[in-house]
């Protein structure tokens, strides 16, 4: 087997029966994005030549030392470009280390590159990214999703055999999902979110890609965990989430909620989790189909909640502090409009103007106030449903990856591609999405599953049970179909 | 709710944004387009439910406040498009 198809935890067995070198599976991996990055166009920033030099210094120390990584580029790099795939951030190099990076770091992980997304978070398409279009490695005339679509296309083209993204309302599992890999998106506040640049603060979190789950939940390992820089961060003491990596899911209740399966999901995608659902069944989990009516509300909600707090987070892009300032302004009201106007992209400033209008008086009460409600409503319904099952499932995205173009020009369709992930990010929850299968197009239809708050050791048994016993990655492998 | 012209300039402005014509029309009919949808959360049974302005249930998370040194200013700095003497340029406010 190729060395860039191997996951870590078998890249860590090679290194330890030193049958690889850190320098050899580095050198596979640049060898592979020089190969890939044509057709893929994941990357932003490359930074394989610091890596290489790292590699060859870097010595194993039994555990990740020397292990490649991507990072989505609205990560906090110190003295490395932090775009967000914005015009606005098209110079600026951070001068600090998110606490994810400070984590990575300090296992001695190198840093491959920093990865495309759309602007600021914003898309589920990575097509609203300002420099490039990251193209699906199963098929090139298709969006990986988003918005941490370099991150999914990077990992499922084996250019980094891992990656971190962000998620704020689907955005490391409906990439994860359209690419065929694993994406977790953890419970809010067991990440830090220090140096993270801020979308939507109350549902910002950062998450992992990697080809399998138990390589996702050796990452969540090294990430996780409370950070006084963000108080919003839990302690939930030292845990070792590969010790929930277990293939028995006897007794596990699964709970079903009909809404997810009904209008607007598409038909191979629907049948797809009803198979793997008839496989849980077989393995001896109790399957219960349950009403959970809250998808559109939530949807709705998300668009509200995640609006209002963007055009807040994104008013201190002023021209004055971060690198980019209109060359057509002289005052100091034109360098803020003017900047504003002309480094933010249209989807950005449709957020934006959604935002201030549902924070603007007189529609307060109307959007915001009442979407803080719909809030309450969702984890209430959550909260009700979790006394009963130990997870839930639903389809991670109502179809599979779409055309590049298709969607690019109707917002409001765009929005709706989010429908089965906003839920998680407003009630707070961990989601994990794995492969459970391909369309007839040979193309990857993703499953979430959705745990407690802090659960993540339930999602992470029954992610890792099913795929230990259907093997996707067996089976099927990304064509880089034109 | 139905979306005036004038009330995307007024929204553009708090927003400290400046439109061309064509994204006023544009953006008009995206935000009238979202907030129909939108409008779906004043059918939602949400009567004497409390808003949730968090995901976690933590408030007040206090700290000691102490001054703490940020030692790459240059680095910080650099990103400014104009800077003097460590300090942020912006141009003259006052007449």
């Given at each position: 087997?190729?060395?860039?198809?191997?996951?870590?935890?078998?890249?860590?067995?090679?290194?330890?029966?030193?049958?690889?070198?850190?320098?050899?599976?580095?050198?596979?991996?640049?060898?592979?994005?020089?190969?890939?990055?044509?057709?893929?166009?994941?990357?932003?920033?490359?930074?394989?030549?610091?890596?290489?030099?790292?590699?060859?210094?870097?010595?194993?120390?039994?555990?990740?030392?020397?292990?490649?990584?991507?990072?989505?580029?609205?990560?906090?790099?110190?003295?490395?470009?932090?775009t967000c795939a914005s015009k606005m951030l098209e110079n600026f190099v951070s001068p600090y280390d998110a606490t994810v990076i400070e984590k990575i770091n300090s296992q001695g992980m190198i840093n491959l590159g920093k990865l495309n997304m759309d602007e600021f978070a914003m898309g589920g398409s990575t097509?609203?990214?300002?420099?490039?279009?990251?193209?699906?490695?199963?098929?090139?005339?298709?969006?990986?999703?988003?918005?941490?679509?370099?991150?999914?296309?990077?990992?499922?083209?084996?250019?980094?055999?891992?990656?971190?993204?962000?998620?704020?309302?689907?955005?490391?599992?409906?990439?994860?999902?359209?690419?065929?890999?694993?994406?977790?998106?953890?419970?809010?506040?067991?990440?830090?979110?220090?140096?993270?640049?801020?979308?939507?603060?109350?549902?910002?979190?950062?998450?992992?890609?990697?080809?399998?789950?138990?390589?996702?939940?050796?990452?969540?390992?090294?990430?996780?965990?409370?950070?006084?820089?963000?108080?919003?961060?839990?302690?939930?003491?030292?845990?070792?989430?590969?010790?929930?990596?277990?293939?028995?899911?006897?007794?596990?209740?699964?709970?079903?909620?009909?809404?997810?399966?009904?209008?607007?999901?598409?038909?191979?995608?629907?049948e797809s989790l009803e198979k793997a659902i008839e496989k849980y069944k077989e393995m001896g989990a109790e399957i219960e189909e349950f009403s959970l009516d809250i998808a559109k509300y939530a949807l709705a909600t998300y668009y509200i909640i995640a609006c209002a707090e963007a055009s807040s987070n994104l008013g201190r892009f002023d021209g004055?502090?971060?690198?980019?300032?209109?060359?057509?302004?002289?005052?100091?009201?034109?360098?803020?409009?003017?900047?504003?106007?002309?480094?933010?992209?249209?989807?950005?400033?449709?957020?934006?103007?959604?935002?201030?209008?549902?924070?603007?008086?007189?529609?307060?009460?109307?959007?915001?106030?009442?979407?803080?409600?719909?809030?309450?409503?969702?984890?209430?319904?959550?909260?009700?449903?979790?006394?009963?099952?130990?997870?839930i499932i639903t389809p991670t995205s109502p179809t599979v990856a779409f055309k590049i173009g298709e969607k690019s020009n109707n917002p409001m369709e765009m929005y709706l591609a989010d429908i089965c992930t906003v839920s998680v990010n407003i009630a707070g929850l961990p989601g994990i999405s794995i492969p459970c299968g391909v369309d007839s197009q040979g193309l990857p239809v993703g499953m979430q599953i959705i745990g407690n708050r802090f659960e993540e050791e339930k999602i992470l048994k029954a992610a890792y049970a099913y795929e230990q016993e259907t093997k996707f990655r067996e089976k099927y492998k990304p064509q880089f179909r034109e | 709710m139905k979306v005036s012209r004038e009330e995307i300039l007024h929204i553009a402005n708090l927003a400290q944004l400046e439109l061309e014509e064509q994204e006023i029309e544009k953006y008009q009919s995206n935000l009238q387009d979202i907030l129909d949808f939108a409008n779906i959360v004043n059918n939602a049974p949400v009567e004497n439910l409390d808003i949730t302005i968090g995901a976690n249930e933590m408030k007040n998370v206090f700290r000691k406040d102490e001054v703490k040194i940020f030692k790459n200013i240059d680095g910080l700095l650099k990103n400014a498009p104009e800077q003097e003497q460590h300090m942020f340029k912006i141009p003259k406010v006052l007449n």
């Open positions: 087997m190729e060395i860039t198809e191997l996951t870590v935890h078998e890249l860590k067995e090679k290194l330890k029966n030193k049958e690889l070198t850190i320098e050899k599976i580095n050198k596979a991996y640049i060898d592979r994005i020089n190969e890939k990055e044509e057709d893929v166009q994941a990357f932003i920033t490359k930074l394989t030549e610091q890596g290489l030099e790292s590699a060859k210094k870097q010595e194993w120390n039994g555990e990740l030392a020397g292990i490649p990584i991507g990072i989505k580029d609205n990560i906090c790099t110190n003295g490395i470009k932090t097509e609203y990214s300002y420099f490039k279009k990251t193209k699906n490695p199963w098929d090139l005339s298709r969006v990986p999703g988003g918005s941490s679509g370099g991150s999914a296309a990077a990992v499922a083209a084996n250019m980094v055999p891992w990656a971190l993204g962000t998620d704020t309302g689907g955005s490391i599992r409906q990439p994860a999902s359209f690419c065929g890999v694993v994406g977790l998106k953890p419970t809010y506040g067991l990440v830090s979110r220090f140096g993270v640049v801020a979308f939507a603060s109350s549902l910002d979190q950062v998450g992992t890609f990697t080809k399998d789950v138990e390589d996702c939940a050796i990452l969540l390992n090294v990430i996780a965990g409370k950070d006084e820089k963000d108080t919003t961060s839990v302690d939930v003491g030292n845990k070792d989430y590969t010790k929930a990596l277990q293939k028995d899911v006897k007794g596990l209740k699964i709970g079903v909620p009909k809404e997810f399966y009904g209008e607007g999901i598409n038909l191979e995608v629907k004055i502090r971060y690198t980019y300032r209109s060359k057509n302004a002289k005052t100091l009201k034109e360098i803020y409009k003017k900047s504003r106007s002309e480094g933010f992209g249209a989807e950005v400033k449709r957020r934006i103007i959604l935002g201030t209008y549902v924070l603007s008086s007189g529609y307060y009460d109307a959007y915001y106030k009442k979407a803080q409600q719909v809030r309450t409503l969702v984890m209430n319904q959550f909260n009700k449903a979790f006394e009963k099952y130990d997870v | -």
